[in-house]
């Protein structure tokens, strides 16, 4: 059974840092693009990182670009999201979700992505 976990989340006061990871189980992560996304409460999902097959090709959103690093560690079938710096409008629930792809980029798109985690809890604040 094909399955995503994400951990690492928890509360941090506004400038602290957290490294998500998501582990996949039941297949194997070389295939598959990875992408970050996050939920905060009364909002849609919106797309914060996403790193290419290969590693080569990564992708930030506006509002993380430079705070936030996306990696990957395909012999431990894991992806990383360091976030540093972490400010209040960052709490959310955050999601890794993984697609098939022959494309050397990357995308933020959702609705491109198949399987998905349960999420994690991020909460900044003071």
């Known amino acids: 059974q094909l399955q995503l976990v994400e951990s690492g989340g928890g509360l941090v006061q506004p400038g602290g840092s957290l490294r998500l990871s998501c582990a996949a189980s039941g297949f194997t992560l070389d295939y598959y693009a990875i992408g970050w996304f996050r939920q905060a409460p009364g909002k849609e999902r919106e797309g914060v990182s996403c790193i290419s097959r290969s590693g080569g090709n990564t992708n930030y959103a506006d509002s993380v670009k430079g705070r936030f690093t996306i990696s990957r560690d395909n012999a431990k079938n894991t992806v990383y999201l360091q976030m540093n710096n972490l400010k209040p409008e960052d709490t959310a629930v955050y999601y890794c979700?993984?697609?098939?792809?022959?494309?050397?980029?990357?995308?933020?798109?959702?609705?491109?992505?198949?399987?998905w985690g349960q999420g994690t809890q991020v909460t900044v604040s003071s």
């Open positions: 979700a993984a697609r098939t792809t022959v494309q050397a980029l990357c995308v933020m798109s959702a609705s491109r992505y198949r399987y």
